[in-house]
T-cell receptor
Framework: AAGVIQSPRHLIKEKRETATLKCYPI?????VYWYQQGPGQDPQFLIS???????DKGSIPDRFSAQQFSDYHSELNMSSLELGDSALYFC??????????????FGDGTRLSIL | AQTVTQSQPEMSVQEAETVTLSCTYD???????LFWYKQPPSRQMILVIR??????QNATENRFSVNFQKAAKSFSLKISDSQLGDAAMYFC????????????FGKGTRLHILP
């Protein structure tokens, strides 16, 4: 079965640079979620989109922005990168949101390293 | 705010034996979902099992089962007939049923399987 696709798998940047992470949800999934997992930490929710509109927001820095496109893929844009942004960034997708019990299916993550 | 607590940072179990991972959570809500996710060294985030809070019956998925005690706000995971492939970080997680998208994760329990 098709899974959530994230690209790139690894990304190395320097401080103050910008980065764009991409997420392609499972076909027919209309909701996308972004999480950040620091080294040795649990994943922290950043932001989510449902039908191309932002649906929920967590601890996402102002330097980060995201959007969901008409084909339901999503991009997380990160600017003025800091050393503390080094982390594993997960994207997840689901069919529907809200009170539905549709599970979030996670991609393999993008490992971002800031030098 | 909801919190998820996993009090066992690491555990070990002999292959073929049974192990129980503990999880407690705090919420003022009556309707929610609970999950156990597995993160092996390959870093994927894999859904192991989920439980709807309104269901009294404990969820079971093959060798994995939960002991859900709603009044005590406890949600432990039992792994029977442990296999080498079960070695991973296990995250207990909570999601509100009130329209919030975010999943709140515990700090994780690293499970080692001893051959």
């Amino acid at each position: 079965a098709a899974g959530v696709i994230q690209s790139p798998r690894h990304l190395i940047k320097e401080k103050r640079e910008t980065a764009t992470l991409k997420c392609y949800p499972i076909p027919r999934h209309d909701t996308v979620y972004w999480y950040q997992q620091g080294p040795g930490q649990d994943p922290q929710f950043l932001i989510s989109f449902y039908e191309k509109m932002q649906s929920d927001k967590g601890s996402i820095p102002d330097r980060f922005s995201a959007q969901q496109f008409s084909d339901y893929h999503s991009e997380l844009n990160m600017s003025s990168l800091e050393l503390g942004d080094s982390a594993l960034y997960f994207c997840a997708s689901s069919l529907g949101r809200g009170t539905g019990n549709q599970p979030q299916h996670f991609g393999d993550g993008t490992r971002l390293s800031i030098l | 705010a909801q919190t998820v607590t996993q009090s066992q940072p690491e555990m070990s179990v002999q292959e073929a034996e049974t192990v129980t991972l503990s999880c407690t959570y705090d919420t003022s809500e009556s309707d929610y979902y609970l999950f156990w996710y597995k993160q092996p060294p390959s870093r994927q985030m894999i859904l192991v099992i989920r439980q709807e809070a309104y269901k009294q019956q404990n969820a079971t998925e093959n060798r994995f089962s939960v002991n859900f005690q709603k009044a005590a706000k406890s949600f432990s995971l039992k792994i029977s007939d442990s296999q080498l492939g079960d070695a991973a970080m296990y995250f207990c997680a909570y999601r509100s049923a009130r329209g919030e998208d975010k999943i709140i994760f515990g700090k994780g329990t690293r499970l080692h399987i001893l051959p």
